[in-house]
């Protein structure tokens, strides 16, 4: 069984910064692709960045220059910092990891539970 368990949302004032953390734990082999996704109300999950095992980094351009994605393959933890928050940011985030689970062949997508972030003008 594999989870990840994300941490760090909350709400915060335009212009503040908040650190998201997302932990993969089980039986896991390896882990390719880690990412951010996020989802406002009414709207669809849409991608917020992702890095690779090597740590290539995709960011969408709406939080280009302002959040940064780290990780730790050591810890299977991914990292997101979040600086200069707009209320346009407000939305549950979600981590998304691409794992192979120990005994399995093939990568399979993985979420959390999601965390709230909130961003009051």
């Known amino acids: 069984q594999v989870q990840l368990v994300e941490s760090g949302g909350g709400l915060v004032q335009a212009g503040g910064s908040l650190r998201l953390s997302c932990a993969a734990s089980g039986s896991i082999f390896h882990i390719n692709d880690m990412g951010w996704y996020r989802q406002a109300p009414g709207k669809q999950r849409e991608l917020v960045v992702i890095i690779t095992s090597g740590g290539r980094t995709n960011y969408a351009d709406s939080v280009k220059g302002r959040f940064t994605i780290s990780r730790d393959n050591a810890k299977n933890t991914v990292y997101l910092q979040m600086n200069s928050l707009k209320p346009e940011d407000t939305a549950v985030y979600y981590c998304?990891?691409?794992?192979?689970?120990?005994?399995?062949?093939?990568?399979?997508?993985?979420w959390g539970q999601g965390t709230q972030v909130t961003v009051s003008s």
């Open positions: 998304n990891a691409e794992l192979k689970r120990k005994f399995y062949s093939d990568y399979a997508a993985y």
